[in-house]
């Protein structure tokens, strides 16, 4: 492989998926998996594809916000997976879904959507460029689109929240 032909990153090589089995030390006394557990997760399958992408330290810098459309029982199986959406110039989106699956009957729904952003970071902790990201398929292009409007409103809420001092 040439030096180029290294530096071509393309969603699918770094998407990722991981099945985790639920545990009762991951859940609640009713055997409901805690969301924080679920978070975790989610931040590690990000984690994980921005790895890949950029072949560096990662820190995650964004959560959009997580929603929890369904209950996850202890004995499930949590897949999650997650995908590269938009590289910027320091920093990436990756998409990630968290689908529960039931170990009895394989049924499976999606239980959380979640965007997050990381930033490479060289060895000192500054953030460092990464690789563009080659978009070709249509529904990539489109997940391209929509992480840079995204990105527009995480911006601007930094902003805002940088501006405020303690409030509570
Ligand atoms: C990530 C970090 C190194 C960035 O440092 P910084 O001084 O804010 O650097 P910059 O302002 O140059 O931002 C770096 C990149 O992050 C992006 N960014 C920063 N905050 C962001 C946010 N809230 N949402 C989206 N992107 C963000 C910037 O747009 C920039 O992206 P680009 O280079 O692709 O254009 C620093 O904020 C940090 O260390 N944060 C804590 C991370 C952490 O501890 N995470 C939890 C544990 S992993």
Redesign the pocket.
Known sequence: MTADQEELRRPDDSATETVHVVLPNDANPLGFMLGGSVMHLIDMAGAIASHRHTRSRV????VDGVEFLHPVRVGDLLILRSRVTCA????LEVEVEAVSEEALTGTRRLTSRAFL?F?A?DAN???TPIPPLQVEAPADVRRAEAARAR?VQ??ET?GRLASNDFSL
């Open positions: 820190v995650t810098v964004s910027f110039r320091t920093s952003t930033v970071i902790g500054r953030p990105r995480r911006l930094r």
